[in-house]
C-alpha cells in the first residue's frame, strides 16, 4: 500500500512539474532576457544587437538588454553563454571571429562552437573593404602588386589584432596577390585606421561600417570589397575578384545563439520572431545605415550547418595565414 502511495505521489510531482515546465515554455518570455555581445559598446556587433533588443522587446512585450563582455576577439561574450543556463534568458549575438575563426586560433577557449550552443538564425553580412593610405597612391590591386613586388616587405597593413578577420583577408589577398606586406596588428579598428589615414601604415581591410565615414572623408582610398558581388553601399567599387584575385570572397556574418540545451519551442519562437524583424523595411533600412545587410536562415538547423561550414572554411583560412594564439 506504501509502494502503491509513493508511486501516486512521485506521478503527481513528475506531472506537475511537467505541466509547469511546459508553461513556461509556452509563457516565454516571462521576464527580461539578456543578449550578450562579446565586443565593446560602439561595434558593428554591438550595434545590431541593440537595432535587436528594442525590436525584440517590442514583440514580446518584455525587455531584452545587452550587456558587453568584450575580449579575446569576441570569444569572451561566447563563453559566458556557452555556459549559462539553457533557459532562453541568455542569448549571444555572434560572429564570424568567436564561432569560426577562434577555435581555430586559440588553444585555450572553453567552448565548442559547434556542440555549446542552440543556433537560433542568422542576423546580418557585414561586407568588408580593402582601403589604401592616400598617400601610397595605391588606387588599384595591379597598383598594389607592382609597388609590392619592386619593395618586399616594406609596405605595412595594419589589422585589428592577430587572427582577426582583417587580418587573415589580408593573408588571403596577399597570398592570393603573391606578395610579400608587413603585418602590424592593432587591439581595435579605431587607432589602425587613424594611422593608415596618417601614412603611418599602407593599408587595412575592415568592415565597410567602420571605414566608408573615412573613405567619404577622402581619408582613406578605397581599392575594393571582398566578396564575391559588388557591394550595395558601394556600387561603383570593384571586387578584389574583378581586380584579378578570383574567387577572393570574404567578410563576416552576424548571428543569435542560446546555450546548448535550450527547449527546442523557444529556439523555434525565437526564431520565428527573428526572422520577421529582418523582413522589417524600418529593420532592413536601419542595418542598411549602419553598413549592414540582412541575413536570414531558413530554420535554426540550417544556421548550425551554416556554422560547421564556416567553421571548417575559416580553420584553412588560419592554417593558411600560420597565425596562433595560446
Known amino acids: 500500500m506504501r509502494l502503491i502511495k509513493s508511486f501516486v505521489v512521485i506521478s503527481c510531482i513528475l506531472l506537475f512539474g511537467g505541466n509547469v515546465a511546459a ?100 542576423v546580418s553580412w557585414l561586407p568588408y573593404v580593402f582601403v589604401t593610405s592616400p598617400k601610397t597612391g595605391i588606387n588599384t590591386i595591379q597598383q598594389l602588386t607592382e609597388k609590392a613586388k619592386a619593395n618586399p616587405g616594406q609596405l605595412t597593413y595594419a589589422s585589428i589584432g592577430n587572427g582577426s578577420t582583417s587580418h587573415l583577408l589580408m593573408s588571403m589577398l596577399t597570398r592570393q596577390a603573391g606578395i610579400n606586406v608587413t603585418h602590424i596588428p592593432y587591439k581595435g579598428s579605431a587607432q589602425s585606421q587613424i594611422d593608415v589615414m596618417s601614412g603611418q601604415v599602407d593599408m587595412t581591410f575592415d568592415t565597410m561600417l567602420t571605414l566608408m565615414p573615412h573613405i567619404k572623408a577622402g581619408k582613406l582610398k578605397a581599392v575594393a570589397t571582398g566578396g564575391l558581388t559588388r557591394s550595395q553601399f558601394a556600387q561603383d567599387l570593384p571586387t578584389l575578384d574583378e581586380q584579378g584575385l578570383t574567387g577572393f570572397n570574404g567578410g563576416a556574418w552576424l548571428g543569435l545563439l542560446a546555450p546548448a540545451g535550450t527547449p527546442k519551442p523557444i529556439i523555434d519562437k525565437l526564431h520565428k520572431e527573428l526572422n520577421a524583424i529582418l523582413d522589417d523595411p524600418d529593420v532592413i533600412k536601419r ?40
Do not use: H
Not at 303 to 314: A, H
Open 23 to 122: 508553461q513556461s515554455i509556452a509563457n516565454y518570455p516571462d521576464r527580461t532576457v539578456t543578449i550578450i555581445v562579446g565586443f565593446p559598446p560602439g561595434t558593428a556587433t554591438d550595434t545590431v544587437a541593440r537595432v535587436l533588443a528594442e525590436r525584440f522587446t517590442n514583440k514580446f512585450g518584455k525587455t531584452f538588454i545587452v550587456d558587453n563582455k568584450a575580449g579575446q576577439g569576441g570569444s569572451m561574450g561566447s563563453a559566458f553563454v556557452a555556459k549559462a543556463a539553457p533557459d532562453g534568458y541568455t542569448l549571444v549575438l555572434s560572429a564570424t571571429a568567436p564561432l569560426a575563426i577562434n577555435p581555430n586560433l586559440y588553444t585555450n577557449l572553453t567552448y565548442d562552437p559547434r556542440k555549446n550552443f542552440a543556433p537560433i538564425g542568422l
Open 287 to 326: 542595418l542598411n545605415e549602419l553598413g549592414s545587410e540582412s541575413l536570414k536562415s531558413n530554420s535554426p538547423a540550417e544556421f548550425s550547418t551554416f556554422i560547421q561550414t564556416e567553421y571548417t572554411k575559416w580553420g584553412q583560412r588560419v592554417r593558411d595565414s600560420g597565425a596562433k594564439i595560446e
